[in-house]
Nanobody, 113 residues
Framework: QVQLVESGGGLVQPGGSLKLSCAVSGITFSTETMAWYRQIPRSVREPVAV???????NYPDSVKGRFTVSRDNAENMLYLQMDNLKPEDTAVYYC???????WGQGTQVTVSS
């Protein structure tokens, strides 16, 4: 059974930083391509970072240079370091294993002064 548990969200001022974590179980994590998505109300979830099992990464232009995805294959953990946060980054953030349909509960990130 795939389980994804996100944590680390919160309220931060514009220009601040947050690091999100995702604990993953029920899959062969080390070979799985993982992703972070975000969703604002009344909108579809959009990917903000992808990382392969080997560590290759990809980001949309909206977060490139500000967000960094990483993984610890020994601990089955996925991370998202978010720097220079902007109000438009406010959303619920989710992690996902791309071979599976499961979602976690998400973690709320609010960027506001």
């Amino acid at each position: 059974q795939v389980q994804l548990v996100e944590s680390g969200g919160g309220l931060v001022q514009p220009g601040g930083s947050l690091k999100l974590s995702c604990a993953v179980s029920g899959i062969t994590f080390s070979t799985e391509t993982m992703a972070w998505y975000r969703q604002i109300p009344r909108s579809v979830r959009e990917p903000v970072a992808v990382i392969s099992g080997a560590g290759g990464t990809n980001y949309p232009d909206s977060v490139k240079g500000r967000f960094t995805v990483s993984r610890d294959n020994a601990e089955n953990m996925l991370y998202l370091q978010m720097d220079n946060l902007k109000p438009e980054d406010t959303a619920v953030y989710y992690c996902k294993a791309l071979s599976y349909d499961n979602w976690g509960q998400g973690t709320q990130v609010t960027v506001s002064s």
